[in-house]
C-alpha cells in the first residue's frame, strides 16, 4: 500500500518544513521538501495541511502492569493508550507479578507484546542481589537494558548490596537504567516524622518529597555514578527530579558517545510541590514531586544537554490504590496519553522548541538504544509518525482518556495540541478518538 501525506510541517533533525512523507508498505519511501508531485498516484492521501508531523515517539520507561497486575492495566489498554498519545514505541518495566528476572519470563513477556501490544514493544530484564550470573545470556540485539532499582522497589529487585551491585556494573553486557533513591535515607526521614508526628502511620502526602528528599536521590545517583566510572559500565539514570542531580552528568559529549545519560519523565516536568495541594496523591509517584525550583532547573536541563531523553514512566494505579497519604497510598500515575502535547505546552510556554521535543522525545531515544531504524523521519526507516494539531484547544475529561485504571492527573486539563493520528509501521494505529482495532506493533530491534 502506497500512502502520502502532503503538506504536514516537519518536524526532524533540527528543522521544521513544509513538506509531503510517502509511505509504502511499513517504511517511508521519500520526504519531499515544498511541494509534491501530484501526477503520482497513491492509495491514501492524508492532508495534513496545517497540522505537524513528528516521528512517533519512543518511551523508554513505561510500567503496563502485565503479567499478575492486569486489574490496573494491561498490554493491549497501554499500548492502546500510548497510540492515542502518539508514542509508537515503547520499553517496559520488569516490576510485574511474577517478575522479569529470569530468561523465561522475559521471553514470556515478549510474547505477550508480539499478541497484544499496538503499538512497537520491547523489554527490559530486572537485576537481583542474585541473578547476575543470567546477565551473558541476554541478547543486546533484542534487549534494551537491565533494569536495576537502587533504592526504592517492589518485591526482591532491590539490589542493595555492595557486592551485587559492583558484580552488576563490572558484569552487564547491556545498559543499566537505574532507580536512584537511597533506602537507608528514606527510611530515616520516615522514623524522624513518626517520631515528631507522635507515632502516625501516615503523613499528608506534601510531605512525600521530604521523605523521599533530595539527598536520597542524590546520594543514590552519585554512588550509581561512581560505579559506572569506575568499572565503565553503560548508566542510564531514570527519572532525574533534582536540580542537584544534574551536576552529574556531562553536556559537552554528543550522546551516542556518553557512557552515562539522563531521563527526565513528564511528572517532573509538569509538577511541582504546590500541586499537591489541589491533585493530592494523584501525582504522588517515586521519586517524588520536587520544587519548584527543581522543576525549572529540570526544563533548563532540556535545552543544555544534561537530559538526554524525555519519558513518562507511565505507571497506572486503581483510583482506590491512590488513597492515604505520603506512606500508605500507592506511588504512580498514568501519562503516555499526555506527554507529547506536555511536551509542546512546555515549547508554547518558550521552554524548549518543538525541534527540541522532537530530539529528545524520538531522536535521542533511538540513538541512545541505538534502536534500528526508528525514530528519524527518513528513507528507508520504519514509518512510525504522528500528526498533532496546534490549534485543538481541547479539555481533557472521561472519555477522553485510553488507560485502563480510568482516571489520570491531566483531568479537566485544556491542551492546545492534540494528537491526530499516529501511524506504526505505515498503518493507522489511532485517529480522530479511535484507536484502529487488529493494528499490532513490532518488537524493536537494536544494532548493538
Not at 10 to 33: A, C, L, M, P, W
Not at 167 to 175: D, G, I, M, R, Y
Not at 306 to 334: C, F, Q, W, Y
Amino acid at each position: 500500500m502506497k500512502i502520502i501525506i502532503r503538506n504536514a510541517n516537519i518536524v526532524n533533525e533540527g528543522r521544521t518544513f513544509v513538506g509531503s512523507v510517502v509511505i509504502e508498505d511499513k517504511y517511508i519511501q521519500e520526504v519531499i521538501e515544498g511541494g509534491d508531485d501530484s501526477s503520482q498516484s497513491y492509495d491514501q492521501e492524508i492532508d495534513a495541511n496545517g497540522l505537524y508531523l513528528f516521528p512517533g515517539v519512543i518511551d523508554d520507561h513505561v510500567h503496563f502492569r502485565e503479567p499478575g497486575l492486569t486489574q490496573k492495566a494491561d498490554i493491549a489498554s497501554e499500548s492502546r493508550t500510548a497510540a492515542a498519545g502518539g508514542v509508537t514505541s515503547y520499553m517496559e518495566m520488569p516490576n510485574t507479578v511474577p517478575q522479569t528476572t529470569t530468561i523465561e519470563l522475559l521471553n514470556q513477556k515478549f510474547e505477550l507484546g508480539r499478541e497484544k501490544s499496538r503499538v512497537n514493544y520491547s523489554f527490559f530484564f530486572g537485576a537481583t542481589n542474585d541473578n547476575t550470573n543470567l546477565l551473558e545470556q541476554l541478547d543486546p540485539e533484542r534487549i534494551p537494558g537491565v533494569k536495576v532499582f537502587m533504592g526504592s522497589s517492589t518485591g526482591n529487585m532491590l539490589v542493595d548490596r555492595v557486592d551485587s551491585l559492583l558484580k552488576l556494573f563490572q558484569k552487564s553486557p547491556l545498559l543499566l537504567m537505574a532507580h536512584c533513591e537511597d533506602t537507608d535515607i528514606i527510611n530515616q526521614n520516615i522514623k524522624l516524622f513518626k517520631r515528631k508526628y507522635k507515632g502516625q502511620n501516615d503523613f499528608p502526602v506534601r510531605y512525600h518529597s521530604r521523605i523521599r528528599n533530595v539527598d536520597a536521590c542524590y546520594t543514590s545517583s552519585a554512588l550509581a555514578v561512581k560505579l559506572a566510572k569506575e568499572t565503565g559500565a553503560r548508566l542510564h539514570i531514570a527519572h532525574v527530579s533534582t536540580a542537584k542531580e544534574l551536576s552529574l552528568f556531562d553536556n559537552n559529549i554528543p550522546i551516542e558517545e556518553k557512557q552515562i545519560t539522563a531521563e527526565a519523565v513528564i511528572a517532573h516536568l509538569m509538577f511541582a510541590t504546590e500541586d499537591y495541594d489541589h491533585l493530592g496523591t494523584k501525582i504522588k509517584c517515586n521519586p517524588a514531586i520536587k520544587t519548584p525550583d527543581d522543576r525549572a532547573a529540570l526544563r533548563e536541563a532540556l535545552n543544555t544537554g544534561l537530559i538526554d531523553v524525555v519519558a513518562t514512566d507511565h505507571a497506572p494505579h486503581l483510583l482506590n490504590e491512590k488513597l492515604g497519604g505520603a506512606l500508605r497510598a500507592v506511588s504512580g500515575m498514568p501519562m503516555i496519553q499526555f506527554s507529547l502535547v506536555s511536551m509542546l505546552e512546555l515549547a508554547d510556554m518558550g521552554e524548549l522548541s518543538i525541534e527540541r521535543v522532537a530530539e529528545l522525545m524520538c531522536h535521542n531515544p533511538a540513538k541512545l538504544f541505538k534502536i534500528e531504524k526508528r525514530g528519524f523521519i527518513r528513507p528507508g526507516y520504519f514509518a512510525d509518525l504522528v500528526l498533532v494539531d496546534p490549534e485543538a484547544n481541547w479539555l481533557v475529561s472521561e472519555g477522553r482518556y485510553y488507560t485502563k485504571c480510568g482516571w489520570t492527573p491531566m483531568d479537566e486539563h485544556t491542551f492546545k495540541w492534540r494528537v491526530r493520528r499516529t501511524i506504526v509501521n505505515g498503518t493507522t494505529a489511532y485517529c480522530d478518538g479511535v484507536v484502529v482495532d487488529g493494528v499490532r506493533g513490532m518488537e524493536l530491534a537494536y544494532n548493538k
